[in-house]
């Protein structure tokens, strides 16, 4: 057990291609749950604009086994979104406690006891490395359940302090490994494999990658998800995967970064020229550079509404919205009117009304050009099958089921 000395320094610290070859291989498939929260969807935009910040403050990440200050080791608190989010179901040691984690690309721990009602429980399996962890809990080695299969030794930390989590239990993070150099203390320097990395090292996948689907939904919970780990599930999309590397552009490049450029309706206005950001399973919205927005707002008649924090539109000016195109790795993705708003059957819970149609696009909070112009979150994710290859450092995308979805 770690020292009240080190809890305390830590509280008192301020945190916050080519086409997919398909071939035989183990896989392990989790159906995961999208979720909107009640008592804080009315501040999406805050929340996730909070969430940017975040990302664009972080430290850079040190090389593997590099040295970082104590300060860097716990800048790293996991930042979530709170409002709509998808959880998946885990298991920790033997015999498992079941927590609902949420699923994020934007962080690579993975920890557990956000709700103290369901807090770590030591068992035969648990391994305290004497670490204290940037999410403020102590670091455990300890068996992970995903479904049928058993994760050995995978590093959890068990939260001593938590606050703003309402109904989940922590992160299962499943972003690059990187992001996980210097969120111990005192071994600063130690990087620490994900799951997905110990999942592809202990034998249980074949390939060291995620695949997921999202699927936009009018219910404020839907099990209509689906992580699989070590390959891709082809009933989730259809076509070819398209892959890109993984931008070089900081500070994007720490997460699963993309460059791609944005241009609206037939006439492909410019929205965002060719630039650097990333795409983000703990995002809500698609946010994209201040100028951009100023941009999408005057070519499609949008207004800020005042109790959303949102774009709207009135039903009138949404029957003659244009699609957005997306271009990536020199292939434009569709964005179609339908994609670009809130689920009008979901409009009170964001503490809109029925007399509007609510956009998801909104406002990064800084002008292009900060090397993290845009974030695609999940509102964009769900429109396609996407796939972060940590073994390879690219992003694969690709049309799915979804892509022209009227549900919305």
């Known amino acids: 057990m770690l020292s009240q000395a080190f809890v305390a320094l830590l509280l008192a610290t301020d945190v916050l291609a080519t086409?997919?070859?398909?071939?035989?291989?183990?896989l392990i498939t989790v159906p995961i749950a999208r979720r909107v929260?009640?008592?804080?969807?009315?501040?999406?935009?805050?929340?996730?604009?909070?969430?940017?910040?975040?990302?664009?403050?972080?430290?850079?990440?040190?090389?593997?086994?590099?040295?970082?200050?104590?300060a860097a080791a716990t800048f790293g608190i996991p930042i979530t979104n709170e409002a709509v989010n998808y959880a998946m179901t885990v298991g920790v040691g033997s015999p498992a406690t079941t927590f609902s984690l949420l699923v994020d690309t934007g962080s690579s721990n993975t920890w557990?006891?956000?709700?103290?009602?369901?807090?770590?429980?030591?068992?035969?399996?648990?391994?305290?490395t004497g670490n204290l962890v940037a999410m403020l809990g102590e670091e455990f080695l300890d068996q992970l359940t995903l479904g049928d299969v058993v994760i050995e030794n995978q590093s959890l930390g068990a939260a001593l302090f938590s606050e703003g989590f309402s109904g989940v239990d922590g992160i299962i993070g499943l972003g690059p490994t990187d992001l996980t150099c210097g969120t111990l203390f005192?071994?600063?320097?130690?990087?620490?494999?994900?799951?997905?990395?110990n999942a592809f090292s202990q034998g249980l996948i074949s390939e060291d990658i995620v695949g997921i689907s999202f699927a936009p939904t009018?219910?404020?919970?839907?099990?209509?998800?689906?992580?699989?780990?070590?390959g891709v599930d082809a009933s989730k999309f259809t076509g070819d995967i398209l892959f890109v590397p993984i931008t070089s552009t900081s500070p994007s490049s720490e997460f699963v970064g993309i460059d791609q450029s944005i241009t609206y309706g037939a006439a492909k206005t410019p929205i965002l020229s060719s630039t650097s950001g990333?795409?983000?399973?703990?995002?809500?919205?698609?946010?994209?550079?201040?100028?951009?927005l100023a941009t999408y707002e005057s070519v499609t008649g949008a207004v800020p509404d005042e109790d959303t924090g949102l774009l709207r539109l009135t039903p009138a000016q949404f029957s003659s919205l244009e699609s957005l195109l997306f271009t990536i790795g020199g292939t434009s993705f569709e964005f179609?009117?339908?994609?670009?708003?809130?689920?009008?059957?979901?409009?009170?819970?964001?503490?809109?009304t029925d007399d509007f149609v609510y956009l998801i696009v909104g406002d990064l909070g800084t002008d292009s050009g900060s090397g993290m112009d845009f974030i695609n979150g999940m509102t964009f994710l769900e429109r396609f099958y996407t796939v972060f290859d940590s073994g390879n450092s690219q992003f694969g995308i690709a049309l799915s089921p979804s892509t022209n979805s009227t549900s919305n």
């Open 186 to 197: 005192p071994d600063e320097g130690d990087c620490i494999p994900t799951v997905t990395d």
């Open 37 to 70: 929260n009640a008592t804080s969807a009315r501040d999406l935009l805050k929340i996730d604009q909070a969430r940017a910040k975040a990302f664009k403050n972080k430290p850079a990440a040190q090389p593997h086994h590099g040295t970082v200050s104590a």
């Open 218 to 230: 009018t219910s404020l919970s839907d099990t209509n998800g689906e992580i699989t780990f070590g």
């Open 278 to 292: 990333i795409t983000d399973t703990g995002t809500t919205l698609l946010l994209i550079a201040s100028d951009a």
């Open 336 to 352: 179609t009117p339908n994609a670009q708003i809130w689920p009008r059957a979901l409009n009170t819970a964001i503490g809109g």
């Open 19 to 26: 086409p997919l070859v398909q071939r035989n291989k183990p």
């Open 112 to 128: 557990v006891g956000a709700d103290q009602a369901n807090p770590f429980v030591v068992t035969s399996t648990s391994q305290d």
